[in-house]
């Protein structure tokens, strides 16, 4: 999985120092496990954003998912001292896996209703002449998608999340969300077929779109 | 390998779980086949759109700049709790431990205090529990002078069955249990055959046993009546020994076969015809 990746890029702008944020995650959490608070604090500067952004992705609300980015901290420094690494397993896939605990537990409390995805926020983009219709094509083509991805329904829609999102494999996919490694083979499948079927025919429409390139 | 495997694993593939053989086995198979490689090429397509669209969905989400310090003293409340709990169930453990240890000394303590161990064994060797107790015929044999007559067999005693008189019966002793268990009660039966015409009121004997746990030897007497050429049952129990055996010995009847091991028993009659009693 390519977690390890993501994270690094989420720490450029905390670590490069020889103070705890320059460390390994590894030797941050056997740090933790002893008490360092200045660990712990690096710890979570290092994955707060990430795990936010997953909290956004499963409940699609910003105030719930930051309510549960701390609940998720809480959870894992209460377990901290007891946390083992395994083989072929991270602490980010453990971290991960506590987040989506904590969304689908309020989710299940909560009635729930899936917003709309939100609308991105203007970006700065290289060729400024080409900005509105980039943007434009860009805004369509990634709308259909996460409709597409609603459309799934939640158990599939949480699959492809941690699957393309978080990065698991489908081990750990089957084990942060309690079904066997089959089911969530099946369900990406499922949801790859549906997927693909967005993207044939949005590239059928960007073909027939005289002067429009797909992005 | 063909396309339509191929189809099955290409998910597995492209998500990097496939083992190093079915990879080689199925990059081998894409080199050669032009269909399969475009399923590979539109599958890789697919996954960088999802996981770009899915990406562009949160890229601009932040926290709020004071979230950083809330999560840092909640977590840290709890990281603490989580030390300290960790510590106390590392403690309980400990003593739980030391608390089960313990009672399964008291318990082998116990054990052995009840246990009777024979002196010829070292208790300190701590042998198992099986090997304190001999079991079966190891442990006290009681056999005649003279080999062992497997039937349980004992030929009269010698001198006298050849002369009229009192004489043992061919299997005429046998003790009880066989084989005795140390410390235990036993008995011991005779068949006294009198030879004469005449009964008798009365006969004396000498009862001799000789083994591991010394030499012992008892005189005793038969209050008749023997009947005249017949066979007398008599029984001698451990109790009818007490009073000679804690008088000459000082100690219960049931020491005499105190120790495992191969014991001799002998009965010399005394009376008409009998040798007599010196």
Redesign the interface.
Known sequence: ?NIRQRVSVTQVGAGGDSGPAGLETEDLVRR????D?LA??AL??RH??YV??LC??VMRN?QD??DM??ET??????????YQQREGSSFEAWLYRIAVNCCRSRMRRKWYQVLP??E??P?IVAEPEDQPERKAV?SE??TE??DA?DSLGEKHRLV??L???AGM??EEIAETIGVPSGTV?SR??TA?ER??QV?EEHEVRAAQRPGRKHA | MNCSLVDTLI??YT???LSPREQGRLEAHLASCPRCMDELR??T???H????????????????PA??D???R???D??????W??RARSIGQLVGGLAMALLVLAGLVVMLDRLSLPAGLNPVTLLPAKHLIPSGRQMVEVSPEGPWDPEGLQPPVPGAGTRPGLTLSAGGSFVEPEPIVPGEAFTLTLLIHNNLPKTLKSAEFDLEISGPAGYFQFPLSVAGPLPASGISLVRISAASLAETCQAKYMLPPSAIFRLPGTYKVRITLFGPGAEPRQ
């Open positions: 999985m933790c496990q002893k008490g608070r712990l604090e979570i500067v707060q954003t936010f952004r956004c992705l910003e998912a930051e980015t701390q901290f809480v959870r894992a420094c209460r377990a901290l001292p007891r995805w939100p991105p926020a970006q860009q083509w990634r998608m996460l991805i492809v999340i699957r393309y999102y494999s489908n083979r990406l499948h790859r997927l693909r993207l | 998910d597995d998500d990097g779980e539109r599958r397509v697919l996954d759109a999802v996981r770009q669209a899915i990406g562009a969905a949160v890229q601009h989400r932040y926290l709020a979230a950083g809330r999560f840092h909640a977590a840290r709890q990281l603490r709790r989580g030390i709990l960790q």
